[in-house]
């Protein structure tokens, strides 16, 4: 079918069937006539799409067309799946440059450096004539010190391009010049995801007064350093804020300032750079309010400002840098439960004019509909901050885990279909984020 007619079909009736086939057309269709919500469907169905086999190109077209979260999840399914990834035509297609800026990416799940060195030789081996002019270059995004000495010794009387491969190379590390103390350091490359555990703002025990200070801890990237890191403080002092982790980057929005002034502003933490700088303000100043990343873009949940408590939503996104509201909740909530998982926002608890609550509510960004759910066991607010976990919850069904920072009750209480259990937590709290780069 013409994709001019499915357009029009769409306009009218509201309903499009979009197809691996035509779904490039139907994108660049959409971005000629600034068809936002027919763009906003093609992303979807572009996500739900990505394969080994197609990531890096629906990576590729993505970014062209600014298709920025369709770009964040190819990219995210590359890192993770890098080693099927690397097996595909499109990767062994790549030119030298792509091949480069993939094999330089430092959240590659690789778990040894030497599948980033194998996938490199078939890449070389697809075409071995014009590629070995850029061997130099490609080698350079390879962590050599990262490569076990007996692993290249052993693959050095192997097939003809990895010997040449290791003899061009590799001879750092299977000379007499391999690095040591300082030196090996300076040359560290870790691959995969370093977490820390952020802290930001809060009210200083000897002032009483907000804080700007920002910390943080890597107990998985150096366990012989686990000890608080002072950060670049914040621009503004903050308490009853919120914080979340999304794209890269460390979000805190609102809260109260040292003059009990409810704040719309917000900030983001750099890692690479350790800089924060301003995001546009929320469209209410708000306190005590609840955060979620989903899919890349943050959500804002209820609260209070200076004069009354909230029900709105608002939902920000880092990539156009705006906000926009939301659907509101069933109630007005504030020192709630918020937690993101299996592509919905989960609400519980919190209270509202001196009382507290039970009430769970769910909502659903594909049909803007907030609902109802069991109650908890327990009216409870003013919860803390924890990561979650599927080994932190016994019994939990396989598959369910929590994909953003979230809010947990003493005791560990977790959304498991329509019914709550109680378990206990077995993991300390905090904000799982990328290592800052100037720690490494």
């Not at 000379?175 to 995969?192: I, Y």
């Not at 820390?196 to 700007?212: F, H, L």
């Not at 950060?231 to 979340?244: E, K």
């Amino acid at each position: 079918m013409p994709i001019m007619k499915q357009i029009l079909d769409y306009i009218f009736s509201g309903e499009i069937i979009l197809s691996e086939e035509t779904i490039q057309d139907m994108v660049q269709a959409s971005d000629l006539l600034l068809m936002t919500d027919l763009k906003s469907l093609c992303c979807q169905f572009l996500e739900s799409c990505i394969t080994a086999e197609n990531c890096i190109g629906i990576r590729l077209f993505s970014l062209h067309y600014c298709l920025y979260h369709v770009h964040y999840a190819a990219t995210e399914f590359l890192q993770t799946h890098f080693s099927d990834v690397a097996r595909t035509e499109e990767f062994r297609e790549l030119p030298p440059d792509r091949l480069c800026e993939v094999l330089a990416m430092e959240k590659l799940n690789v778990g040894n450096e030497k599948h980033v060195l194998e996938a490199v030789v078939r890449w070389f081996a697809h075409d071995p004539e014009d590629r070995r002019v850029h061997m130099k270059e490609v080698m350079s995004a390879v962590w050599l010190q990262g490569l076990d000495m007996s692993y290249l010794r052993e693959q050095a009387m192997g097939e003809p391009l990895m010997r040449e491969v290791i003899r061009e190379y590799c001879q750092p590390v299977l000379g007499d010049r391999q690095l040591q103390g300082e030196a090996l350091l300076a040359a560290f490359k870790p691959r995969g995801y370093s977490e820390c555990i952020v802290i930001a703002g809060g009210e200083d025990r000897k002032s009483r007064k907000p804080t700007a200070v920002t910390r943080c801890m890597c107990p998985l990237y150096d366990t012989n350093r686990q000890a608080w890191i002072e950060l670049q403080p914040m621009s503004v002092a903050r308490i009853c804020h919120g914080v979340v982790a999304a794209e890269g980057f460390l979000f805190v929005i609102g809260g109260t300032d040292e003059h009990n002034t409810v704040l719309d502003s917000g900030e983001k933490y750099d890692p690479d750079t350790n800089t924060w700088s301003p995001i546009p303000p929320m469209l209410q100043a708000r306190q005590n309010f609840g955060v979620v990343e989903l899919d890349g873009l943050i959500y804002v949940l209820g609260g209070e400002n200076e004069t009354t408590e909230l029900i709105t939503v608002e939902v920000f996104d880092p990539h156009c840098n705006t906000w926009r509201m939301q659907t509101s909740m069933t109630m007005i909530r504030k020192v709630g439960c918020y937690a993101s998982m299996n592509k919905k926002i989960y609400a519980m608890g919190g209270g509202s004019y001196g009382k507290l609550f039970d009430s769970v509510e769910c909502f659903d960004p594909k049909t803007q509909h907030w609902t109802g759910l069991c109650p908890l066991k327990e009216r409870r607010h003013f919860l803390q901050l924890f990561w979650g976990d599927p080994e932190a919850f016994p019994g939990q069904p396989r598959g369910h885990s929590l994909s953003s920072v979230s809010w947990v009750f003493p005791g560990g209480l977790l959304p498991v279909g329509h019914a709550w259990n109680t378990s206990l937590g077995r993991r300390p709290g905090g904000i799982r984020n990328r290592c800052p780069s100037h720690l490494s």
